[in-house]
């Protein structure tokens, strides 16, 4: 059975950073791209950050480039986001998931393995 746990999520301030963890089980994902979305109250989920198969490149949304760095582990089964310069707007689920295919890609449907999330929020 495929899990993702996520962790590293809780309060912090504006400006401050925040590194989440997640990690994959129940079968290998060395050939898959992973990815990081989030969810703010009464708003559609949205695309963070994605890293690719190999961890050679990425993608992010022009909200947080420049102040995110999605990476992977040497495992390959487990993807971190460290996020900086942290701001309220950034207050969300941030749920991490595995796609169907190598590519660092953007597209939600395209991600079939999903964590239950991890809350951050940011104070002003």
């Known amino acids: 059975q495929v899990q993702l746990v996520e962790s590293g999520g809780g309060l912090v301030q504006a400006e401050g950073s925040l590194r989440l963890s997640c990690v994959a089980s129940?079968?290998?994902?060395?050939?898959?791209?992973m990815g990081w979305f989030r969810q703010a109250p009464g708003k559609e989920r949205e695309f963070v950050a994605a890293v690719s198969w190999s961890g050679g490149s990425s993608n992010y949304a022009n909200t947080v480039k420049g102040r995110f760095t999605i990476s992977r582990g040497n495992a390959k089964n487990t993807v971190y986001l460290q996020m900086d310069s942290l701001k309220p707007e950034d207050t969300a689920i941030y749920y991490c998931a595995v796609a169907n295919w190598g590519g660092a890609t953007m597209d939600r449907d395209e991600y079939d393995y999903w964590g239950q999330g991890t809350q951050v929020t940011v104070s002003s």
């Open positions: 129940g079968r290998s994902f060395s050939t898959n791209a």
